[in-house]
């Protein structure tokens, strides 16, 4: 993961940047796997060669953007879709051949975005009730911000339109595990070699988990010591930050 894990908003999170030059000094495969879909994967490399983070590639980001792009491709190729969120969700969208419409489109998707208003809900909600599909990247009802306010996030922006609707969205992103099968697929590994870090129970852990992943939970982000006694379920491993996970002992 990358909110939480890799940085807070603007400032980089201790031990972060060494683990990553561990994993490429080290040779191991891996994968940044966000669900921030406001964002494109050459938006968050540089975003990371800002903060000092050198050595990586486009093709080291999944977003959850690119996720749902993938699986509408699949649903209905070419296809239409009335769109709220970012440029990272629009672009992505526009790459798998879908265009972006106000008018009857096969789809309403909704990922995280700030330009959010009462007139995308209305049409967000009529469009639905008048046969679009109601998909969206991901279920996150806060992100983690380095100044330690947790701001709404694309979770936030569904409950208003499910609420008039009556409808609730295909959620693409974590916690559905479909999002760790493309990861795993893209790296070439099987699950019980593969390691998923994240910060929140309710989204990283648990689709690890599910996908038959080792789950590693930091605690730089999101969830505490104190939450995860409230889920049913528990991580493999728990550390502070990054900087305390060896690659090769978990």
Do not use: W
């Not at 993938?70 to 296809?79: I, Y």
């Amino acid at each position: 993961d990358m909110d939480g894990v890799v940085y807070r908003g603007s400032a980089l999170i201790p031990g972060a940047r060494e683990f990553i030059r561990r994993m490429l000094e080290g040779g191991y495969r891996f994968l940044f796997l966000t669900n921030n879909s406001e964002q494109t994967p050459l938006d968050l490399l540089r975003k990371l060669e800002g903060m000092g983070i050198e050595g990586l590639t486009e093709a080291h980001f999944l977003t959850s953007a690119l996720a749902t792009a993938a699986f509408l491709a699949q649903q209905q190729p070419r296809g239409s879709a009335f769109v709220i969120g970012g440029a990272g969700l629009t672009t992505a969208l526009s790459n798998a051949g879908f265009s972006l419409t106000e008018k009857n489109p096969d789809f309403v998707v909704v990922g995280k975005t700030r330009n959010y208003n009462f007139d995308l809900i209305s049409r967000a909600a009529y469009l639905i009730q008048h046969g679009a599909r109601f998909i969206a990247t991901n279920p996150d009802v806060v992100d983690p911000t380095e100044s330690g306010f947790l701001e709404p996030a694309c979770g936030s922006l569904l409950a208003p339109i499910e609420r008039a609707t009556g409808k609730k969205p295909y959620i693409v992103g974590k916690p559905n595990a479909m999002m760790m099968l493309v990861a795993r697929k893209a790296l070439g590994a099987h699950s019980a070699d593969t390691v998923m870090i994240g910060d929140r129970m309710d989204t990283d852990i648990v689709g690890g988990m599910e996908a038959g992943m080792t789950t590693c939970l930091v605690l730089s982000g999101v969830s505490t010591r104190e939450t995860v006694a409230q889920f049913p379920y528990r991580p493999t491993h728990i550390f502070e930050n990054l900087g305390e996970i060896d690659p090769e002992a978990v």
